[in-house]
């Protein structure tokens, strides 16, 4: 059985920091995908970063580029999401996501490709 197990998030002024961490356990394939979306208020899910085994870079959407990092774990499964520089609109609830397969890379913000995911944690960002 395949668990997703979140830790990290709160609350922060806007260009403070925080760190967010994902360990998947379960899984009985190598080629996973594994990384965050996020969801706002009245805001459909949006892809942030994602990590994929087969590859070597990890994926960003274009407002965090430069200012959120992914890191991987390989040994343990594991993802972890520092946030930087945050903004006001980075305020969402942010979510570990998984999917069992190798995505190619137009799919991996879509997020009826995953087939796991977190409880979310929150991420409030104020001025």
């Known amino acids: 059985q395949v668990q997703l197990l979140e830790s990290g998030g709160g609350s922060v002024q806007a260009g403070g920091s925080l760190t967010l961490s994902c360990t998947a356990s379960g899984f009985t394939v190598n080629d996973i995908c594994l990384g965050w979306f996020r969801q706002g208020p009245g805001q459909e899910r949006e892809g942030v970063a994602i990590?994929?085994?087969?590859?070597?870079?990890?994926h960003y959407t274009d407002s965090v580029k430069g200012r959120f990092t992914i890191s991987r774990d390989a040994a343990n499964n594991a993802v972890s999401l520092q946030l930087n520089t945050l903004k006001l609109e980075d305020t969402a609830t942010y979510l570990c996501a998984a999917a069992d397969r190798a995505l190619p890379a137009g799919w991996v913000f879509l997020s009826q490709m995953y087939n796991y995911w977190g409880q979310g944690t929150q991420v409030t960002v104020s001025s």
């Open positions: 990590y994929c085994t087969r590859r070597s870079r990890p």
